[in-house]
């Protein structure tokens, strides 16, 4: 029997439910039957999953009052609309760790993010690499982690090529971060010398030895 997604959320045949939560939808769905699982764990590994805007708000709706401490979804397709879903929930989560990376957040997306970042005081690691983030995005991200309920100390924001010099200079004065990763993103030297100075572990272009013994060991880019 086929049974349409419209119906998978109205009906009942012989006595079977076809609906949110029932075991013909988990069947068809093995996202949503993992966010169940999920529900009481600390940490949510949910990356190379596929996940685009519309999955986000099954992972939204999930997070709510859950114990997430760690929210892995790297290496999926989650864009400014997804990002927009899955803000609100993100606020409502006691998270230590988000990492994002190779995502399709763009400026917009990382707009949504960084509004609630105030909102989450025990959140201390961010990882945005390859979300090609430009200078919208990471003007947000630095008027939230300016903002004292900002509890961020690391910010991973490598590769995100639409970035430039001026705008990253400003995490040197104007942030608190401990740990800053901005390879492969064009600094001057003197931008990088900035950095190097205020913050007390930085990542940039100048630091290629790092890039390279990674690919030599098989490892990704982004930690």
Excluded at 44 to 56: H, K, N, P, S, V
Excluded at 93 to 100: I, K, R, S, Y
Aim: net charge negative; glycine share 6%.
């Amino acid at each position: 029997m086929a049974v349409s997604w419209y119906k998978l959320n109205n009906y009942k045949e012989n006595g079977v439910v076809f609906g949110f939560g029932s075991p013909v939808y988990d069947a068809i769905n093995p996202l949503l039957s993992d966010l169940k699982k999920l529900k009481t764990e600390r940490v949510w590994d949910l990356r190379q999953r596929f996940i685009g805007d519309q999955e986000t708000s099954q992972i939204a709706t999930a997070l709510q009052s859950s114990l997430a401490q760690t929210l892995l979804l790297s290496c999926n397709q989650i864009g400014a609309n997804g990002m927009k879903a899955l803000a609100p929930a993100l606020a409502s989560t006691p998270l230590h760790t988000v990492e994002m990376n190779d995502n399709k957040l763009g400026d917009h997306g990382t707009k949504f993010l960084a509004g609630v970042l105030p909102l989450i005081p025990t959140l201390t690691t961010l990882s945005l690499q390859y979300n090609d983030i430009g200078k919208l995005g990471v003007n947000a991200l630095l008027e939230a982690l300016q903002m004292e309920c900002c509890q961020l100390t690391q910010l991973h924001l490598s590769f995100n090529h639409c970035c430039d010099d001026a705008t990253i200079r400003r995490f040197a004065t104007e942030t608190r971060l401990k740990y800053l990763d901005v390879r492969g993103i064009e600094l001057t030297e003197e931008t990088d010398g900035l950095l190097r100075a205020a913050i007390p572990s930085v990542f940039t272009q100048y630091d290629k030895h790092i890039v390279r013994r990674q690919s030599q060991e098989g490892e990704d880019h982004y930690l």
